[in-house]
């Protein structure tokens, strides 16, 4: 894959930003008008968890390997991943 394809591609061949932008209309929808909070915590969560998860199963739990391919120090990783109770 092509490094300008990386941008566009999320593995179903579309930008995870609109697949974020699909699922914050529909939060907000199913608000029903009541006020949202803590929302940017909200999302992070929801997305760093399966986020390492997936990247830990790639890498066969490999830290330094899922710690370059996320761009994270190692130790940065190891800190997350306990957050989690990845470790």
Avoid: H, W
């Amino acid at each position: 894959m092509a490094k300008k394809d990386i941008k566009k591609f999320n593995g179903e061949g579309r930008q995870l930003s609109s697949q974020v932008s699909k699922s914050m209309r529909k939060y907000f929808k199913e608000l029903e008008g009541e006020k949202a909070k803590d929302l940017y915590s909200m999302v992070l969560k929801e997305v760093e968890l399966p986020l390492l998860q997936i990247v830990m199963e790639q890498c066969k739990d490999n830290q330094t390997q899922a710690s370059q391919i996320l761009g994270l120090n190692r130790g940065t990783l190891r800190n997350k991943l306990k957050e989690y109770k990845l470790l």
